[in-house]
């Protein structure tokens, strides 16, 4: 009565061990016959097994012995960079976690030191194996792509970029260089963060602080070379979604002076205040508000086309086009009306009275 009255509620190890101490009080092998002995005992076992389910799991599991044998760590992260499926990879720096967790139970030096030490030594791997290769394929991937573009500005990328091709049955869309490296590598940015050792591990942070970095510093040593990393940054954020903080660096060297796409921008005051002289083949300001003028060399255009690229040539052109166009708009307008047009008419007719007077030359 009582091993029936424990089996009847859920079977947990206390109502499995009331339940065979209850059989074994009452000598169950006497009154009951062997074969039903046997089952009764099969089922009690089974049971036992499935109250312990998640210790055996737990058991079948543990993958502590790694820690052991941390030399297959290396091996692994060796041919996993370019082969093995981004699931594994994760199941397997889980598994290196379990090592970590066992160092807890460590009783002859300190736990934390331990713990430490396995931390800098797996990071160390990742760093040298994984992350040090990741960066260098996204930078050299970078680095191709905007200079086979290097006459893009930075407007003309982002609309290269984020315009929509329309898709076309006889044009098919052209694939991109090493793209099979470029969706790997963005797999490998899109893994989720992992914890070593206690610690939270994201390589997309890494990546993206060590392109910071290195656009940061290379744009500081050659300002003129600025606009490259800006493109390599509209770059990583549309190809590999790499957020970067703002560099806040010039795009211009001190000594550059006036900047030719500033003067785009302002056309009609740049025409209006300065002056050509044809001997120094330069532009010299008017008048000035303070006891200096300003100066437009041929140095200073040389420098805003090593800032900006070679694009902006094009830009100016067009801008100057824009502007010449306007202009003589306005004159041909100011050339119909009557009082113009009047004064005009008289000039001619004075000057064919008195041709032979004036030598064939027109007075000013």
Same mark, same amino acid.
């Given at each position: 009565?009582?091993?029936?009255?424990?089996?009847?509620?859920?079977?947990?190890?206390?109502?499995?061990?009331?339940?065979?101490?209850? #059989?074994?009080?009452? +000598?169950?092998?006497?009154?009951?016959?062997?074969?039903?002995?046997?089952?009764?005992?099969?089922?009690?076992?089974?049971?036992?097994?499935?109250?312990?389910?998640?210790?055996?799991?737990?058991?079948?599991?543990? =993958?502590?012995?790694?820690?052991?044998?941390?030399? #297959?760590?290396?091996?692994?992260?060796?041919?996993?960079?370019?082969?093995?499926?981004?699931?594994?990879?994760?199941?397997?720096?889980?598994?290196?976690?379990?090592? &970590?967790?066992?160092?807890?139970?460590? %009783?002859?030096?300190?736990?934390?030191?331990?713990?430490?030490?396995?931390?800098?030594?797996?990071?160390?791997?990742?760093?040298? #194996?994984?992350?040090?290769? #990741?960066?260098?394929?996204?930078?050299?991937?970078?680095?191709?792509?905007?200079?086979?573009?290097? +006459?893009?500005?930075?407007?003309?990328?982002?609309?290269?970029?984020?315009?929509?091709?329309?898709?076309?049955?006889?044009?098919?869309?052209?694939?991109?260089?090493?793209?099979?490296?470029?969706?790997?590598?963005?797999?490998?940015?899109?893994?989720?963060?992992?914890?070593? &050792?206690?610690?939270? *591990?994201?390589?997309?942070?890494?990546?993206?602080?060590?392109?910071?970095?290195?656009?940061? +510093?290379? =744009?500081?040593?050659?300002?003129?070379?600025?606009?490259?990393?800006?493109?390599?940054?509209?770059?990583?954020?549309?190809?590999?979604?790499?957020?970067?903080?703002?560099?806040?660096?010039?795009?211009?060297?001190?000594?550059?002076?006036?900047?030719?796409?500033?003067?785009?921008?302002?056309?009609?005051? *740049?025409?209006?205040?300065?002056?050509?002289?044809? +001997?120094?083949?330069?532009?010299?300001?008017?008048?000035? %508000?303070?006891?200096?003028?300003?100066?437009?060399?041929?140095?200073?255009?040389?420098?805003?086309?090593?800032?900006?690229? &070679?694009?902006?040539?094009?830009?100016?052109?067009?801008? &100057?086009?824009?502007?010449?166009?306007?202009?003589?708009?306005? *004159?041909?307008? *100011?050339?119909?009306?009557?009082?113009?047009?009047?004064?005009?008419?008289?000039?001619?007719?004075?000057?064919?009275?008195?041709?032979?007077?004036?030598?064939?030359?027109?007075?000013?």
């Amino acid at each position: 009565m009582i091993a029936e009255n424990a089996m009847s509620k859920s079977p947990t190890k206390s109502q499995i061990l009331i339940c065979g101490v209850s #059989l074994e009080i009452g +000598n169950y092998t006497k009154f009951i016959k062997s074969s039903d002995c046997g089952e009764i005992d099969d089922l009690l076992s089974r049971l036992e097994m499935l109250s312990k389910i998640g210790e055996i799991f737990q058991r079948s599991t543990n =993958t502590t012995f790694l820690y052991f044998h941390r030399s #297959l760590a290396q091996v692994y992260f060796e041919s996993a960079f370019e082969d093995y499926p981004l699931e594994r990879v994760e199941y397997f720096l889980e598994c290196l976690e379990d090592g &970590a967790k066992f160092l807890k139970n460590a %009783k002859h030096c300190d736990s934390e030191d331990l713990k430490l030490n396995f931390r800098e030594e797996i990071q160390q791997l990742i760093q040298d #194996l994984i992350i040090e290769k #990741l960066c260098t394929q996204i930078e050299n991937d970078l680095r191709i792509d905007v200079h086979s573009h290097q +006459n893009e500005t930075i407007g003309e990328l982002e609309l290269r970029l984020f315009t929509i091709p329309k898709k076309s049955k006889s044009s098919p869309a052209i694939p991109l260089p090493n793209q099979d490296v470029a969706l790997r590598n963005r797999q490998w940015l899109e893994m989720k963060p992992f914890k070593i &050792a206690g610690i939270v *591990f994201d390589l997309k942070h890494k990546v993206e602080k060590y392109l910071e970095k290195t656009f940061y +510093n290379l =744009t500081a040593v050659a300002l003129h070379d600025g606009e490259t990393y800006a493109k390599m940054r509209q770059l990583a954020k549309h190809r590999y979604s790499l957020d970067f903080s703002p560099t806040k660096l010039p795009y211009m060297t001190i000594d550059q002076g006036l900047d030719v796409l500033m003067i785009m921008k302002n056309i009609h005051v *740049f025409v209006s205040n300065y002056n050509y002289d044809l +001997n120094e083949q330069m532009f010299i300001e008017k008048t000035g %508000k303070n006891r200096s003028l300003n100066v437009m060399h041929v140095q200073q255009v040389v420098n805003s086309i090593k800032t900006h690229g &070679a694009g902006i040539v094009n830009s100016a052109v067009n801008y &100057a086009y824009q502007f010449l166009k306007k202009k003589f708009h306005i *004159f041909s307008q *100011f050339l119909f009306d009557d009082q113009i047009k009047c004064q005009l008419i008289k000039e001619i007719r004075y000057y064919r009275d008195s041709i032979d007077e004036l030598n064939q030359m027109v007075r000013f």
